[in-house]
Structure formats: C-alpha cells, structure tokens
T-cell receptor
Framework: GAVVSQHPSRVICKSGTSVKIECRSLDFQATTMFWYRQFPKQSLMLMATSNEGSKATYEQGVEKDKFLINHASLTLSTLTVTSAHPEDSSFYIC???????????FGSGTRLTVV | GENVEQHPSTLSVQEGDSAVIKCTYSDSASNYFPWYKQELGKRPQLIIDIRSNVGEKKDQRIAVTLNKTAKHFSLHITETQPEDSAVYFCAASNESGYALNFGKGTSLLVTP
C-alpha cells in the first residue's frame, strides 16, 4: 500500500532556531500534501495544502513566513518551522494524496519540542 | 468551509458492549467520510471509510452508516475489546484534492 515516510519523528530545538520536517511518498506520486498540527488532546488542524510545483495555500491564522512549505517534487514535501518558539511545540503530521491513489496517506508525525 | 462536529467527546463502555460515535458535517459537496483511530503519539490509522454513494459499510466488528440527507454519519463498534481504547476521529472531504476536515475526536475507553 501507499507509504509516506516522515522525518524526524522527534526533535528538540532551542527557541529561535529553525527546524525542517520532511515527508516522502515512497511508492506513489503525491500530487497534493496536507500539513496538520495537533496539540495534546486536540484534533488535527489543517495548516496548509501544497500541490507539487505550486505555492502552498495556508489556512487562516497560519503564518506563511513562519511555516515554510516546499513541495518541489512529487515525492517530497518539507515544512520548515522558522524562528521556533515554545508555543510552536506540537505534533506535526503530513498527509499525501494523489490523483491516482484515492484516499489520504499519513506520515508518522513529528513531535517538535522547542525549549 | 466544511465543519465537522463529533459526539461524544468521551465514551466509556464495558468490554463486550457496543460503542457508537456520531458526526455531522456541513458541506453538501463532501463525499468521502473516513474514520481514524489514533493512539497516543502515533499517526491516525484508517479503520473504515464510506463514500457518498453508499449508505452503510461493515468490516467485522466495525460499521459506518451515512445519511446524506441529514448530513450525518456514525461509527459503530460491536463487541468492544480493551484494545479498542483510543481516540477516534471522523473526517469529511470532497475527495478531489481537498483536505480532510476532522471532528474533535472521541476518547473511547473500554474497561474489562
């Protein structure tokens, strides 16, 4: 079945630094990648949608200059949290879909802790 | 945009009993309704889904029903087991390249 590999699974960074999270679709072409954030005991909140080769579309309230999304190829999308602050600590998870593979395939998630 | 409401937020049942979780959605264009089980710190795991051309779908102890007219869908788990304890999320989307919109989740506890 469809597999999305997400790295790193856990990261601890200092306040003010940047962190990059990668999601790779291993056996299909991810034409669309969705990035979610999940705070403890809460639901998955959509941050942005990116289509390969296009600029990401951000949800209301999500700072595009803080959460940089790149989807330069059909198998790789990255989320960079710039100038991270403790309030950015969360579980970030990607979900990929393609025009040939109905449904949504989730990455394994990244637990970000900013200290 | 799509708004998905999910109830209850917590549900406690005894082993062997049934559990029912209900969701409503707002966008009549939504046509794909998956249910996910999520354990702490892990990715959501798809347990069953239904598309709008079907009213009911069953997979062993799990079933989902959909009422498009009323815009609601439900998850039914029969003969619950302690390992069914987890957080369950419903979601809805207009599948064609649109994101899943999630309900707030239901924390299910199955006690032996």
């Amino acid at each position: 079945g469809a597999v999305v590999s997400q790295h790193p699974s856990r990261v601890i960074c200092k306040s003010g630094t940047s962190v990059k999270i990668e999601c790779r679709s291993l056996d299909f072409q991810a034409t669309t990648m969705f990035w979610y954030r999940q705070f403890p005991k809460q639901s998955l909140m959509l941050m942005a949608t990116s289509n390969e080769g296009s600029k990401a579309t951000y949800e209301q309230g999500v700072e595009k200059d803080k959460f940089l999304i790149n989807h330069a190829s059909l198998t790789l999308s990255t989320l960079t949290v710039t100038s991270a602050h403790p309030e950015d600590s969360s579980f970030y998870i990607c979900s990929a879909s393609s025009i040939t593979n109905y449904g949504y395939t989730f990455g394994s998630g990244t637990r970000l802790t900013v200290v | 945009g799509e708004n998905v409401e999910q109830h209850p937020s917590t549900l406690s049942v005894q082993e062997g009993d049934s559990a029912v979780i209900k969701c409503t959605y707002s966008d009549s264009a939504s046509n794909y309704f998956p249910w996910y089980k999520q354990e702490l710190g892990k990715r959501p795991q798809l347990i069953i889904d239904i598309r709008s051309n079907v009213g009911e779908k069953k997979d062993q102890r799990i079933a989902v029903t959909l009422n498009k007219t009323a815009k609601h869908f439900s998850l039914h788990i029969t003969e619950t087991q302690p390992e069914d304890s987890a957080v369950y999320f419903c979601a809805a989307s207009n599948e064609s390249g649109y994101a899943l919109n999630f309900g707030k989740g239901t924390s299910l506890l199955v006690t032996p």
